[in-house]
């Protein structure tokens, strides 16, 4: 197929609401979430062709990233991508870059979509085109919304009756009620199960100290973005000896490299929007697996479109390199292509079509919010 078949006609962007599916997700400083305002855009090229993409910000709070941000961000990104080939990612990336600086959780969306594009043209499913594949049958992990213990202790229970066997756990309160919430799972899990506490940047470094001397004695636990900047989680690093998973604080592959060279971490939760895309995400994916990491690989939210593009992320990376994967269409209600790619007994599959491997059922997600056309 010639560049011009691929040149970017159309670009629709919808929006649709992404409902919890177990009532109220509460993370640390009082952060809750139950229902949250996603964000699709689809590309339309000159032959036809259709790609799609997802951004579904965690709330206003979680990152510098909000819903009404993403759609204003896609106002001023769409326009601009008018006549550019969307087979030629490097050029796409590019003048998105040229027309907003950051709003990455944005551009996310738009990368994703032309992934998508380059996969149905070419025949081949994002994962191969990443890279290459190196498993299809992936480890799942969910996050468990803080709590009493004792609740903590059920949804545990429940999603291991389901086959999930990779928790994190909410975390980020006073020290010593975390350490009795991660005493009751502990208590309640067994050697197969693998666990992280995760604060989401909330503990001062003094409680953090606190906290990580606390729960010190769980030698299986990992500890999660203890506080808010990379800094203040290496102060705490230095002081204890749990693994330490850093998310919110690595923003691109310069802060990774900073980190890795500080001895600050052992695992990165890597999420799609926050890096800025896929294209972006292989790259902090790959430097993190020959760095010595392992990986959490996902996306701050979203449903099937979030969840077809995060299992291609997750399928290059080596099995012993991969804690976990979420995939965000468990977690949410609202499903825009059919439940897929669906789990099962805590594994998620990686579609083997072209592009996402997924059918997006436009008609779900009503008219657009706004189209662009060349
Ligand atoms: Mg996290």
């Not at 800094?231 to 690093?237: A, D, G, K, P």
């Not at 500080?262 to 939760?269: E, H, L, R, S």
């Not at 701050?300 to 994967?325: K, M, Q, Y």
Request: hydrophobic content about 45%; aromatic content about 6%; proline content about 5%.
């Amino acid at each position: 197929m010639d560049a011009s078949a691929t040149r970017i006609e159309r670009v629709d962007v919808y929006g649709y609401e992404l409902t919890y599916a177990h009532g109220d997700y509460v993370m640390s400083s009082g952060r809750i979430v139950n229902r949250l305002p996603s964000t699709v855009v689809r590309i339309t090229t000159r032959a036809g062709v259709t790609g799609f993409g997802e951004a579904c910000p965690l709330g206003a709070t979680y990152l510098p990233a909000f819903g009404g941000g993403a759609r204003a961000a896609l106002k001023e990104l769409a326009p601009a991508l008018l006549g550019l080939d969307a087979s030629n990612l490097a050029a796409v990336g590019e003048r998105m870059d040229r027309t907003l600086r950051g709003h990455g959780y944005a551009k996310s969306a738009l990368d994703m979509a032309c992934w998508d594009v380059l996969g149905k043209v070419t025949g081949m499913p994002i994962a191969s085109l990443l890279g290459g594949v190196l498993q299809t049958d992936l480890p799942l992990y969910v996050a468990v919304p803080m709590g009493p213990p004792a609740e903590m202790v059920a949804f545990v229970q429940e999603q291991r009756r389901e086959g999930i066997h990779h928790f994190q756990l909410k975390v980020g309160d006073a020290p010593e009620k975390d350490a009795a919430r991660v005493e009751a799972v502990v208590a309640a899990i067994g050697e197969e199960d693998a666990l992280v506490a995760d604060a989401n940047g909330a503990w001062r470094r003094q409680d953090a100290i606190i906290a990580a001397r606390l729960l010190g004695r769980h030698e299986r636990l990992r500890l999660e973005q203890p506080c808010p900047t990379l800094e203040e989680c290496l102060s705490v690093r230095r002081l204890c000896t749990l693994p330490m998973v850093l998310d919110e604080c690595i923003t691109d592959l310069g802060v990774l490299v900073r980190a890795v060279a500080a001895d600050a971490m052992d695992q990165i939760n890597l999420k799609i929007g926050r890096v800025g895309g896929l294209t972006r995400a292989r790259l902090i994916r790959d430097a993190a697996v020959k760095l010595g990491l392992r990986l959490m690989i996902e996306d701050s939210w979203g449903g099937d479109i979030v969840t077809a593009a995060v299992s291609h992320l997750a399928a290059g990376t080596p099995p012993e390199a991969l804690f976990a994967v979420s995939f965000m269409n468990d977690w949410t209600m609202e499903h825009v292509a059919g439940y897929a790619p669906r789990s099962s007994a805590g594994r998620g599959p990686v579609p083997t079509g072209p592009g996402l491997g997924i059918e997006v059922d436009v008609a779900m997600l009503g008219a657009p919010l706004f189209t662009v056309r060349a």
